[in-house]
């Protein structure tokens, strides 16, 4: 295992001394990306695990690793995706991504996002985190209820500090912020937070003394293409490992371990407030692209990834349960939908809440 996962365990620096500038790209202290002949055969080794279905790629074969639980119990729940949190004064043309300019389809004001945290209270859904699914789903905590919902924002916008941030700490609510490390303080995007933004939030306890707001990655400079980019195409290989060339294989890896780790030692050497035992590393994929990759997956379990959260919403192919489209995931699933192909639900500008949500619990009342 690499050292990054020895990240959030530990309140000691893996890297050696605390740096003196941590918000220096070129820190002596951040690790090396080259990688590691036990990180390439990790890698084989899952897509060698993979290959056990027959001509077809199964993820599942390679990441199943809980033992399953009875369907009988009802621990179900509901990731939301949230993207920028806007004042409402102003809503700019276009519906694409756009990381300089705002995305009309991606935007929820103010007062929607208040009116959706009022609405998970009102109507009995528990807002638990990312830290709390993997306790759960290890046994270590009981669920809550039956009805959890994660809120999870994507890219690190300046406008989830000024607009989530307090309507979250009304609520008393946990959420986990994604953030696009390299854009993070920035000079050139400034409508992203800077690290003086994140160590706020990140320092902030409720009146119990609770941590309610983690930090996740969203990689380091969210490639165009995903974190895919194209080198490998793991729907091709029929159970193979890798048939392109080898050091085509290996820059891929190295593609990732840049993108994985430097996010996850960013968020770890300029974050000191976010290094708690219990918080998991979480990977939200840039664009969503790259669920269910084999190579992707093992890559970040190798950085010390505890939780892959993808843009996947549930189809009528998932296995788990017979479930169609409209199903929350039970947390114990074991099927197409574990901790590193977690499913999450988009919330737009246009997304009626009252709506949406039930039907994603609506089979199990």
Known sequence: MACAALLFLSCEFPFGPDPSDPDDPNDPDYPDYAVTESEIAYVKGKLALASTNGDSVSFYAAFGEFRPIPSSVKAHVLVLMYHQITDGSKR???RAVDYSEDST???RTKSQF???MAYLRDNGYIVIGFDD???IRRGMMTAPGEKMVIISFDDGWKSQYDHAFPVLKQFGYKASFALITSLVGNPSYTRYMDWNHVREMARYRNSKGEILFSFASHSTTHPDSGLVAGHSDIWALKGNVPQQDESAFQAYLKFLKYE?????SDLYLRVPENRNAEMPLVLTLPKGMGSG???LAAMAVQQGYDIIRTSDSRDSNDP???????GAINVFSQTMYNQYKLPSVAIHND???EDCVPKYFAYFK
């Open 92 to 94: 700019a043309a276009g």
């Open 105 to 107: 389809a991606y935007q």
């Open 114 to 116: 208040e009116a959706d």
């Open 133 to 135: 699914f993997l306790k």
């Open 260 to 264: 994985l780790l430097k996010s996850a």
């Open 293 to 295: 990759h084999i190579e």
């Open 320 to 326: 788990d349960d017979g479930l169609g489209y409209y």
């Open 351 to 353: 997304t009626a809440i």
